[in-house]
């Protein structure tokens, strides 16, 4: 095997490899990581960072379990990997879709597995069509997502995701999909005495829906907290709303639980928070803390007669060749095996309160909006103005200002524009979520002093 240091890995880095979201003036001086623990990520040379978001909100038992990898090498030199279309199974894949009955909300009780989130996504947007159909409604093909989504950046899945800077050069979008506001409760402006601003946020579905045609409606796709658009928490009564709408004009709800799935918001599933039952979920990233790739959907018993009853010329003709990989299913039963053990999604709730309440501590300093979170994910709204609640202009780039500093204190996490999003281990300490705080509360000191630009 090849020996590298900084100098030769990052050459043959830039020599080589296209990475995500990518463009070279953005990969000058990559990080290159070489091992993990806990929550401790080291990079070649030897420094270690806290991972401020769980690899990529995924690494939720944390990096180095032991267990897990020995899942894997268990299962690989028993049956690595055979085909899980029609006609064959395998146990891992039977036992990990019986567990999930028993973990997701009480309507979802069967599961299709993929490889991860963007694939997840395509599988409940064909399954919604496939519904329809076999409902003998076939015109309800349109979808339904929000402004700050993120469902992927597969075509379909990209034309859901409301971050419009995923668009411009892979345009033009697959029709018939659709974006209302999200409920962003920093911003959102609605409402009245009579209509609190979560309804009002929800009723736009309702006007989506009529401006568009009922019968030309499939599904609404929402994110329970919206995760790469800024860790934006719903107000309480939003999603119940979204229920009652979807419910009025028969369109399926489809939670995008793909970041907030498995713990990572204090519960295992992150509807059950407004106790909500969604038609279908999508999954990937927690399920097996990002050690290997899976994902999936789980859907409703409704759904899945459709999938059973259709004549055999009429089939759920959707398919990937690693469903139901042997390997990675045996991953995630030693995962969900590790959260039980150490009850992480009591600890995540825990945790993540006492995590909220110190990055509430930062809103003292003049330019931090608001921190806002649940469970173990978090953000702070960078501004320019509090009392106006306005943004810095994008040219200032603070967002990536703060992120470089708090690099330099050994904090690694991403931003939104000028929104830093947090999503540590379930795992991490009390003491480290101490860290991540004082790290960037400095961070942000060094970038804008006491107010305005340091």
């Known amino acids: 095997m090849t ?117 997840s996504t395509e599988s409940a947007f064909k399954t919604a069509r496939f519904y329809w159909k076999a409902k003998g409604r076939p015109d309800k093909i349109k979808v339904i997502s929000r402004e700050y989504a993120y469902h992927g950046v597969t075509l379909a899945a990209m034309s859901a995701t409301g971050l419009k800077a995923y668009w411009p050069m892979f345009e033009p979008r697959v029709p ?10 920093y ?20 006007e989506a829906i009529l401006r568009e045609g009922p019968e030309t409606v499939g599904a609404f796709i929402a994110e329970p907290v919206q995760g790469a658009g800024g860790v934006i928490v719903p107000q309480p009564e939003y999603f119940p709303r979204i229920r009652q709408i979807c419910d009025k004009y028969d369109v399926l709800f489809i939670a995008d639980e793909v970041i907030t799935g498995f713990g990572r918001t204090g519960r ?51 398919a990937y060749t690693y469903s139901g990989h042997p390997t990675t299913c045996a991953v995630a039963l030693a995962n969900l095996d590790v959260f039980e053990k150490e009850d992480l999604v009591t600890r995540a709730a825990e945790n993540g309160a006492y995590f909220l309440r110190l990055l509430k501590s930062l809103e003292s300093h003049p330019n931090v909006g608001e921190a806002r979170g649940l469970g173990m994910m978090a953000a702070l709204e960078i501004v320019e103005d509090k009392k106006a ?36 281990p379930l795992s991490t300490s009390r003491p480290e979520l101490d860290r991540i705080v004082n790290s960037l509360g400095e961070s942000i000191q060094s970038v804008l002093g006491n107010g305005g630009l340091g």
């Not at 018939?176 to 409760?185: D, G, M, Q, T, V």
Request: proline share 6%; net charge negative; hydrophobic share 40%.
């Open 3 to 119: 020996s590298y240091d900084l100098r030769s890995a990052t050459a043959a880095d830039q020599a080589h490899l296209i990475h995500p979201l990518h463009h070279p003036s953005g990969h000058a001086a990559p990080k290159i990581w070489v091992s993990g623990k806990g929550s401790v990520l080291t990079d070649i040379e030897g420094k270690d960072y806290i991972d401020g978001l769980s690899g990529l909100w995924n690494v939720n038992v944390g990096h180095g379990r032991r267990e897990l990898a020995e899942a894997a090498m268990k299962q690989m030199s028993t049956l690595a990997y055979c085909s899980s279309y029609t006609g064959a199974s395998n146990l891992p894949a039977i036992q990990l879709a019986e567990r999930l009955a028993k973990l997701t909300y009480p309507n979802i009780n069967h599961f299709f597995f993929t490889s991860g989130g963007g694939e």
């Open 176 to 185: 018939n999909f659709l974006h209302i506001p999200s409920p962003y409760p």
């Open 187 to 206: 911003y959102f402006q609605g409402g009245d005495a009579n209509t609190p601003p979560g309804v009002a946020a929800a009723n736009l579905l309702e």
């Open 268 to 318: 295992w599933f992150a509807m059950d928070h407004w106790g909500v039952l969604p038609d279908m979920i999508s999954f990937a990233k927690g399920v097996t803390s990002g050690y290997v790739p899976l994902g999936g959907i789980g859907i409703s018993d409704e759904i899945n007669d459709a999938i059973q009853s259709v004549e055999p010329s009429r089939r759920w003709m959707h």
């Open 389 to 424: 609640r306005k943004t810095f202009d994008r040219s200032r780039k603070v967002g990536e200002s703060i992120h470089a500093a708090a690099l330099e204190r050994g904090l690694f996490s991403r931003v939104r524009d000028d929104v830093y999003v947090l999503a540590p």
